[in-house]
């Protein structure tokens, strides 16, 4: 069952994507995953709403988009390493319900040590609407091969302040060198980086307009 929601240009999927979604594995399954919202091991804490299985799903086009990337990137001795994919609408919600519950700073140390959990909504470090929900968006990093030991891009996934952002000055070295590279190649295969988060990539043009609901699970893109 589909519902649209107009004024809100929300689409709802009940138990499965429209026939343009794809598992990444299925299209490059070289390509690393650790899906952190399918775990505890996030800001919140907690699985997120929605992710009933550590699985990348994307729209078809960005997964292959990806997969060109990491055939580059193979060549140079690294692979690309998923965090996050398409993410579901009621994922988003429990977000920003998350964000303004200033009772819980569990994980402000690990993730927003030096910001106001009341401002990672106006900052613009969680957002009520993501492009994540619409299938196009990955948050993604580098590892070196063949070990797969994780590169040094200046700070961890998900950590919420200046120094996340992809130009940051104070991030030098090795670690600029890395996210240069991150974005050259997924640039070059149509990916657009968001330049508040050095991880955060949309390819484009977008194949759906729509944000959607249905669960990160297999069944949903394999029938």
Not at 114 to 132: F, N, P, T, W
Not at 139 to 148: S, Y
């Amino acid at each position: 069952m589909r519902m649209a929601v107009v004024a809100g240009c929300l689409a709802v999927l009940a138990g499965s994507s429209p026939s343009g979604f794809a598992a990444l594995s299925d299209v490059d399954p070289t390509i690393g995953q650790d899906m952190r919202y399918a775990t505890a091991r996030n800001f919140t804490g907690r699985v997120a709403e929605g992710y009933e299985e550590p699985v990348c799903l994307l729209a078809k086009p960005a997964a292959e988009a990806l997969r060109r990337a990491q055939r580059v990137l193979r060549r140079q001795g690294f692979s690309l390493l998923v965090y996050d994919c398409y993410r579901p609408q009621r994922a988003v919600d429990g977000f920003v319900r998350w964000a303004r519950d200033a009772g819980d700073q569990a994980a402000k140390a690990e993730f927003y040590p030096e910001v106001d959990k009341s401002r990672l909504v106006a900052l613009g470090y969680i957002a009520e609407r993501s492009g994540h929900s619409r299938g196009s968006t990955v948050d993604v990093t580098l590892v070196r091969l063949p070990e797969r030991r994780p590169v040094d891009m200046g700070t961890p996934f998900d950590w919420f302040g200046p120094l996340s952002h992809t130009d940051d000055p104070r991030v030098g070295g090795a670690a600029r060198e890395n996210r240069r590279l991150l974005r050259r190649v997924l640039e070059a295969e149509g990916f657009v980086n968001l330049p508040g988060e050095w991880w955060h990539f949309t390819h484009r043009p977008e194949a759906f307009r729509e944000q959607f609901d249905f669960p990160v699970a297999l069944r949903a893109v394999r029938g």
